[in-house]
Every structure is written in C-alpha cells, then in structure tokens.
C-alpha cells in the first residue's frame, strides 16, 4: 500500500514510519524540516508540510495514490490547550476536516486515527470501556472528540485508537522524541533525576488512594504493534473505535517511586498547584483491541521507565 502518515517525524510516527517502510511505500508527511532516515531507505519518502495546508495535502495526494492515511499530527498538551483552546481547535480539529476533504476529493477511503483518553474526561468509574460516555474536561480531548464525530461521519473505512498515556522509548526513533520538552511524566521524571533535580507532582488531591493522578501507561512499540495488526488485516476488519492502554493503572506518586528505585536515588518530589484539565482516574480497559484486533501489550512499567532511562543516556 502507499500509506501517509502525518506527523510522522513524531512520538509514534517515526517508529511506525520505520517498521511499516518494511513492506510498503511511506509519505511522511510533517511540519519538521527533515526525517533522518529516509536517504538510505527507497520505501520512505518525506513531505514537509501542516495539516493546515490544503494547497499541499492536494499536491501530496495527486502525486502518490493513497491508499491508507494514518494521522498522527496534533497538539497534544492538555496544559498547553487550557491556555490555548482556539489554537487547539484550529490545528486538531480544522486540520482533520482538510485530511477528510482532501481523501474524499482523491477517493482514499480508509484511516487510522490516533485518539486520546482524553475524550472521556474526569470519569466516575474505571476501567473505561469504549461505550462509555465522552465529557472531556480540557480543550485538547474536546478537539479529539471532535475529530472522531468528523471521521464517523465521513463515509470511509476508519479504525479510531484512544490512546492512554504513550511511554518509553525505542531505538529505532530518537528522532522522534522530544528530549527539551518532554510530554510523558516518565519522560519528565527520568530527565529530573538524571538532571539531579527534584521530580515534580502537579497536584495532590485528587480522587485516588495517594492524591496523586492515576492513569494507565503503555509502552509506544505496543502501540505501534496494535497499528500494524489493523494494517495486516484492513481489508476484513470493520470500522472500530479501540481504547489503547496497558490495563494496568499508576498513580504519579507510584512512578517517580520506581523511577527513583530504578536510577538507584532516594525518594524525592516537589508538589506543586495542579495545572487545570486533569482527570484523576483515567484506566483503560483494552479487552476489545484483544479480542477484534488480536492483540495485548508485552511491556511492564518497568520496561517503560527503563528504556526511557537508555535513551536519554544516549543524547
């Protein structure tokens, strides 16, 4: 298949880029100004550009007949969408309309699209199973709830991941890690102790058995791995809606625990105001994307923590 994946230089991307470039013709498509690898590797081609962009989204499609659209680019700070709710809305949500426009214009009928947990909201039970009710509690899941009702709507074959917490590293995407400003807490808390600063807690009262928040982490090759199961069976799947998430839940508190005992320190945290939009449970139950997409996640919290720990000893 010739598949796009936008922001594929990212987080998630540039492992997926990497793996499915295997056996199949890669467009990234990204506002970044290069993707490393793509000199040495015929099956990945990179397009510099933003979802906002129609002029070139329609050039893209026009050159390459694409099969499959893999979107990946969003904002993703749930912080950073309470200071910003119009910024969030305009990139994730007008940027998904011009991915369905333009599908729709060159007959491509068929998308993975990379949700959130953060449609649920603050929920009042757990686990959450994709049948639940959506009330996100920030601008940034509203965007991504949005975005889901967009492509529900649209008339194509579409496979929806909520993703809970994405953690952990691998080797074959240094590139696609933030290392300045990173999103997940393990990736915080691994740069704090290894900067021999104090990892931060934002907010201890929430509902939960220490105050701290409680979510649910999974390893990001477990996530691509859930990717590339829908890809191997696209054309006997039915459209779905998939929570993604390990099933197994942490307090922040319970992290920086085991990260400490990993780097071999004594514990420390600061405690600081929480910053506004953030749930206190959120934990997935994944017993659908077992069951349809024949798949469950291999790596530990351990895993995460630690494979996170070897890429930061890198940079």
């Not at 906002?52 to 680019?73: C, E, P, Q, S």
């Not at 390893?219 to 199961?229: G, L, Q, T």
Request: proline share 4%; net charge positive; glycine share 6%.
């Amino acid at each position: 298949m010739n598949i796009l994946i936008t922001g594929g230089c990212g987080y998630i991307g540039s492992v997926l880029c990497e793996k499915l470039s295997r056996n199949h013709q890669v467009i990234i498509y990204d506002q970044k100004k290069s993707y490393p690898k793509t000199d040495n590797n015929p099956n990945l081609v990179y397009a510099r550009g933003s979802i906002l962009n129609k002029w070139t989204l329609n050039k893209i499609f026009k050159k390459y007949k694409i099969d499959l659209v893999i979107h990946l680019a969003a904002k993703i700070s749930v912080s950073e969408s309470m200071k910003h709710p119009f910024m969030y809305h305009r990139n994730n949500v007008t940027g998904t309309k011009n991915i369905m426009h333009v599908m729709k214009k060159y007959h491509c009928n068929n998308i993975i699209f990379a949700s959130s947990a953060a449609v649920y909201g603050d929920v009042s039970k757990i686990p959450i199973n994709e049948s639940d009710p959506l009330k996100p509690c920030n601008p940034y899941g509203l965007s991504k709830m949005k975005d889901e009702h967009i492509i529900q709507n649209a008339n194509i074959k579409y496979f929806i991941f909520r993703l809970f917490n994405v953690s952990g590293a691998s080797d074959s995407h240094l590139h696609g890690i933030d290392n300045e400003n990173p999103q997940s807490l393990i990736a915080a808390v691994n740069k704090k102790i290894m900067n021999n600063q104090t990892p931060v807690i934002y907010g201890d009262k929430y509902k939960t058995n220490d105050g701290t928040c409680f979510r649910d982490y999974i390893h990001v090759e477990d996530v691509v791995n859930a990717f590339m199961n829908i890809i191997k069976h696209i054309d006997t799947l039915p459209s779905g809606i998939f929570n993604l998430g390990s099933g197994q839940g942490y307090t922040v508190l319970d992290i920086i625990k085991l990260a400490c005992e990993l780097h071999g320190v004594p514990l420390s945290y600061e405690i600081k105001n929480n910053r506004g939009g953030d749930p206190s449970n959120l934990l997935a139950d994944i017993s659908l994307s077992k069951n349809i997409l024949d798949w469950t996640p291999q790596h530990s919290l351990r895993d995460m923590i630690t494979s996170d720990m070897a890429f930061r000893k890198k940079v």
